[in-house]
């Protein structure tokens, strides 16, 4: 609804809206304003302990892609490589954050299987305390080739990393394959990627979809912005995008869904302990299984997925 004001204000609109969304727009700028101070504080904490941080998301779009067009804070999502992520916890903790509990009883926040945890802070802002750079599929690679294109910004006087413009895209159409309202604020995040001066490097985007298997996703989010909004995207990487997935999907169309599915979970546990340089194990896959699918103990595994299977 913030969004929806700027845009109605950019056209000269605004007054003959309903009087409330100035309102909300206005409580939005304000909360947008106490969570950047507090980024502020945050990102000299982790940068004094020796911890790397990049902006994803909010921050970063609202910084960038957005200018003076609003975009609101739902939350501050940091990045920080695996390795720091416990010293990154404990400054938060440090500075009043609350350390969010795990999925189940039996599972540990420090879980190899855990990609990023969502944390209050005491000024009641959300903040997402992100291991990768593509969580859809964690990658040193990935990692490393992000942190290597990350873009300088200015948050006040301080200047942050943030994500590239090609990264971002590719992060968010993930998202944008969801539902709910995350879904919606992903697209609208994609039309402004779209629009940023100098363009988005697309060779960049179809690497990190085609390493990061996210091709899927972003072809579905391409098209539909294209087919919504008229927003399009170069013909080519459209083109290079469906034929890569025509020959992905050939054999796997015949095949039955739980099969597929099947197949998805194992790959997603492989690429995490790749990931991490950690070689697979029965005993590791168990504990994937039972964090994936939020149970207690490990005796529900095979129940749990004899129901999967035949529901």
Not at 76 to 105: K, M, N, Q, S
Not at 249 to 258: C, E, G, H, K, Q
């Amino acid at each position: 609804m913030p969004v929806l004001h700027a845009n109605l204000a950019r056209f000269g609109l605004a007054e003959e809206a309903d009087p409330r969304l100035k309102g909300i727009h206005r409580r939005a700028w304000y909360a947008n304003q106490l969570a950047l101070d507090a980024a502020k504080r945050w990102l000299q904490r982790l940068e004094t302990g020796g911890v790397p941080v990049m902006l994803a998301d909010a921050p970063a779009l609202a910084l960038t892609a957005y200018g003076d067009r609003f975009r609101s804070l739902d939350a501050l999502a940091l990045i920080v490589p695996p390795e720091h992520t416990a010293t990154a916890a404990r400054v938060l903790l440090e500075e009043g954050g609350e350390r969010p509990f795990p999925a189940t009883a039996s599972v540990d926040p420090d879980s190899l299987w855990v990609q990023y945890e969502t944390w209050r802070m005491s000024t009641g802002q959300r903040l997402e305390l992100h291991r990768h750079a593509a969580p859809f599929w964690p990658s040193a690679a990935l990692d490393a080739a992000a942190w290597g294109r990350a873009q300088s910004i200015a948050l006040g006087k301080r200047s942050v990393l943030a994500l590239s413009a090609a990264d971002q895209l590719v992060r968010s159409s993930v998202a944008a394959v969801g539902s709910g309202s995350v879904s919606l604020m992903a697209l609208a995040d994609m039309a402004m990627l779209l629009g940023v001066p100098g363009g988005v490097d697309w060779e960049v985007v179809l690497q990190v979809a085609e390493t990061g298997r996210a091709n899927r996703a972003l072809l579905a989010a391409l098209e539909y912005l294209e087919s919504a909004l008229d927003l399009a995207a170069p013909a080519e990487v459209m083109t290079r995008l469906r034929a890569g997935q025509r020959a992905r999907y050939a054999v796997l169309a015949a095949a039955p869904n739980r099969l597929r599915a099947a197949r998805g979970l194992y790959a997603q546990y492989r690429r995490v302990l790749a990931a991490r340089g950690i070689e697979p194990g029965w005993g590791l896959f168990l504990d994937f299984l039972q964090y994936r699918w939020g149970l207690r103990r490990r005796s529900e595994i095979f129940q749990h997925a004899v129901a999967r299977w035949f529901r």
